[in-house]
């Protein structure tokens, strides 16, 4: 079973710097998507960002990128320009790619982001 | 907004009893997911269904049961409610089961579950 590992419950950045969320997870398969939500106190749940792990260019979406080592099975999220908007709760989201598998994310415990003016 | 509907926002029930959550996904989706999220165990996958068929199960209670119906809506039934099982539900939608796609899950709201 594939896990996902996020080890920063809490994070704080300074508004308009940039700020690093760590990722890693287990699995033993070639193919699969990562994914980052964005969890705000609305609670609802958006994509941030996707990467295909057959892709060996690192996925960007405006002022969020990730770094995506696949050998070390790690998946960072970095947040440029950090703003107000940006504080939430960040979970990293791993999903299978094999035909026999269902279609389900599997999430890490999520990190905390917090924005500081 | 995401395009995934979920109703009701908000259900305060008492132990013992019984809810439906209910689900409609984007326009054009035929995969519906439930999740829960609870304080103490994360986000879990409790159930997919495929175009009206069950696709695949995850951590879901024998109390629980969910069904999509013909118009592709999803309804997750809870039953025997227990105070653990105060949590958000969230209905999540995709395109296609197909593996491979380039299928992202889009979630709804979310229906907060507070069993007193």
């Known amino acids: 079973a594939q896990t996902v590992t996020q080890s920063q419950p809490e994070m704080s950045v300074q508004e308009a710097e940039t700020v690093t969320l760590s990722c890693t997870y287990d699995?033993?398969?070639?193919?699969?998507?990562l994914f980052w939500y964005k969890q705000p106190p609305s609670r609802q749940m958006i994509l941030v960002i996707r990467?295909?792990?057959?892709?060996?260019q690192n996925a960007t979406e405006n002022r969020f990128s990730v770094n995506f080592q696949k050998a070390a099975k790690s998946f960072s999220l970095k947040i440029s320009d950090s703003q107000l908007g940006d504080a939430a709760m960040y979970f990293c989201?791993?999903?299978?790619?094999?035909?026999?598998?269902?279609?389900?994310?599997?999430f890490g415990t999520g990190t905390r982001l917090q924005v500081t003016l | 907004d995401s395009g995934v509907t979920q109703t009701p926002k908000h259900l305060i029930t008492a132990t013992g009893q019984r809810v439906t959550l209910r689900c409609s996904p984007r326009s054009g989706d035929l995969s519906v997911y439930w999740y829960q999220q609870s304080l103490d165990q994360g986000l879990q996958f409790l159930i997919q269904?495929?175009?009206?068929?069950?696709?695949a199960k995850g951590n879901i209670l024998e109390r629980f049961s969910a069904q999509q119906f013909p118009d592709l809506h999803s309804e997750l039934n809870l039953s025997s409610l227990e105070l653990g099982d105060s949590a958000l539900y969230f209905c999540?939608?995709?395109?296609?089961?197909?593996?491979?796609?380039?299928?992202?899950?889009?979630f709804g709201p979310g229906t907060r579950l507070l069993v007193l």
């Open positions: 989201a791993y999903r299978s790619l094999n035909t026999g598998t269902a279609s389900k994310l599997t």
């Open positions: 269904y495929y175009n009206g068929e069950e696709r």
């Open positions: 990467q295909e792990a057959y892709k060996q």
């Open positions: 999540a939608s995709s395109v296609s089961r197909l593996a491979g796609g380039q299928e992202t899950q889009y």
């Open positions: 699995t033993s398969e070639s193919d699969y998507y």
